[in-house]
């Protein structure tokens, strides 16, 4: 059922390279998430979107960026990657309902970043 | 602020016995509410949502959830668990305004024993 994708899957760095965590959907959701869960933890969001140029930092301080240029697509950029940046990031999005309400959020597949 | 609690982080069963995960949130209006299953490196799964309606609520692989606004509880229940069903589970709300984000509940892992 779902509709978003996540690449890459797995990725392995090393200190200080930038990496692009890409995610895309194409049920043309306006909003979309980003969550980040470490292992057997719970999720924690840090960064949303409710539309094309428009960014919102979550509830945990991330020091990762966003971008939204088109609608169907959201990544998330880590300009020098850090050991404590490993963690599972999990995208998301929902659909804007007729009455203007959540009613479900759709979730990838999650990247698992591990930084060396 | 929304906030959810599932109590117990980690719930044992045996194959076929009652599998009961609790949630309780804390909202200053009935919110819409949600369990999703997480299985190993992959991302959450809905298993049901209560959006308004019949309070009991079926959902996928014989899930069911109650909602009782009396006690601000929203518990996962099946009735026979199955090997298949060791994940992990989050609950979660949200607002009635789609400005307001999802809020999760810390996750229960569900361990099921043969």
């Known amino acids: 059922e779902a509709d978003i994708y996540q690449t890459p899957r797995y990725l392995v760095i090393g200190t200080g390279k930038k990496i692009t965590l890409e995610c895309s959907q194409t049920?043309?959701?306006?909003?979309m998430y980003w969550y980040q869960q470490d292992p057997g933890m719970e999720l924690h969001l840090i960064h949303y979107s409710y539309g094309v140029n428009s960014t919102e930092k979550g509830d945990l301080s991330s020091e990762s960026t966003v971008s939204r240029i088109r609608t169907e697509h959201f990544p998330l950029t880590l300009e020098s990657a850090r050991p404590s940046h490993t963690s599972q990031y999990l995208c998301?999005?929902?659909?804007?309902?007729?009455?203007?309400?959540?009613?479900?959020?759709?979730f990838g597949s999650g990247t698992q970043l591990s930084v060396l | 602020a929304q906030s959810v609690t599932q109590l117990g982080s980690h719930v044992s069963v045996s194959e076929g016995a009652l599998v009961l995960l609790r949630c309780n949130y804390s909202?200053?209006?009935?919110?819409?509410l949600f369990w999703y299953v997480q299985y190993p490196n992959q991302g959450l799964q809905l298993l049901l949502k209560?959006?308004?309606?019949?309070?009991l609520v079926k959902g996928i692989n014989g899930f069911e959830a109650e909602f009782k606004k009396s006690e601000t509880s929203f518990h996962l229940t099946k009735p026979s668990a199955h090997m298949s069903d060791a994940a992990e589970y989050f609950c979660a709300v949200s607002g009635l305004n789609y400005g307001q984000n999802f809020v999760f509940g810390p996750g229960t892992r569900l361990s099921v024993l043969p």
């Open positions: 209560y959006t308004t309606g019949a309070t």
């Open positions: 049920m043309g959701h306006d909003k």
């Open positions: 998301a999005s929902s659909p804007r309902t007729v009455g203007g309400t959540n009613e479900k959020l759709f």
């Open positions: 909202s200053s209006v009935p919110p819409y």
